[in-house]
């Protein structure tokens, strides 16, 4: 079965820095986009940006570029999203999903496998 | 960026009711348009890509239509299951951006 498993809940402070994690099994992970999509309270869903783990090429959302890191390691099927210096307003829930493939294997912008979500929190 | 405006922003319905919810984009974005389902607590869930194609496994009482700047969400015959936040996506251009949302309760 396929799964996205993301890592646990996160309570920071202004300026600390985080890396939370997604890891796919059930699938060719390096051969499927992941992306990051955030969730502020109450708020609707952001796209952030994807990454393709077989070679690390990854595009971002203008707004997010610079702010944060999104990268995978391929060997050990995970995607990471990373903060240097977090802010109160990176508050929110972060999601990984998996960009869908056609039957012909051309990647949609649609997301057809989604994580548990993350929560970050992030107050002094 | 593309904007994303859902219509309503709320809605109540009673159980076999027929449900309708409209998307409209700022530009053309083609057929380049998904549904997806939240309910509260939860990820997302992928019901309609590219306009009107269902996802595997999601019920056929879920239709999308609609072309250019205007998409339409159709339940029909609605289901307690159903209830929660209905958003509509392009990736027509990035960054891919997501309506508001629609919140749909039970009567």
């Known amino acids: ?124 | 960026d593309i904007q994303m405006t859902q219509s309503p922003s709320s809605l109540s319905a009673s159980i076999g009711d027929r449900v309708t919810i409209s998307c409209q984009a700022t530009e053309d974005i083609s057929n380049y348009l998904n549904w997806y389902h939240q309910r509260p607590g939860k990820a997302p869930k992928l019901l309609i890509f590219d306009t009107s194609s269902l996802e595997p496994g999601v019920p056929s009482r879920f239709s999308g239509s609609g072309s250019g700047t205007h998409f339409t969400f159709t339940v029909n015959s609605l289901q307690p299951e159903d209830i929660g936040t209905y958003y509509c996506q392009q990736y027509y251009l990035v960054p891919y951006t997501f309506g508001q949302g629609t919140t749909l309760e039970i009567k």
């Open chain 1, 1 to 124: 079965e396929v799964h996205l498993v993301q890592s646990g809940a996160e309570v920071k402070k202004p300026g600390e820095s985080l890396k939370i994690s997604c890891k796919g099994s059930g699938y060719d992970f390096n051969g499927y986009w992941i992306g990051w999509v955030r969730q502020m309270p109450g708020k609707s869903l952001e796209w952030m940006g994807v990454i393709y783990p077989g070679d690390s090429d990854t595009t971002f959302n203008p707004s997010f570029e610079g702010h944060v890191t999104i990268s995978a390691d391929k060997f050990i099927t995970t995607a990471y999203l990373q903060w240097s210096s977090l802010k109160a307003s990176d508050t929110g829930m972060y999601f990984c999903a998996r960009r869908r493939l056609t039957t012909l294997g051309v990647a949609i912008g649609a997301f057809d496998i989604w994580g548990q979500g993350t929560m970050v929190t992030v107050s002094s």
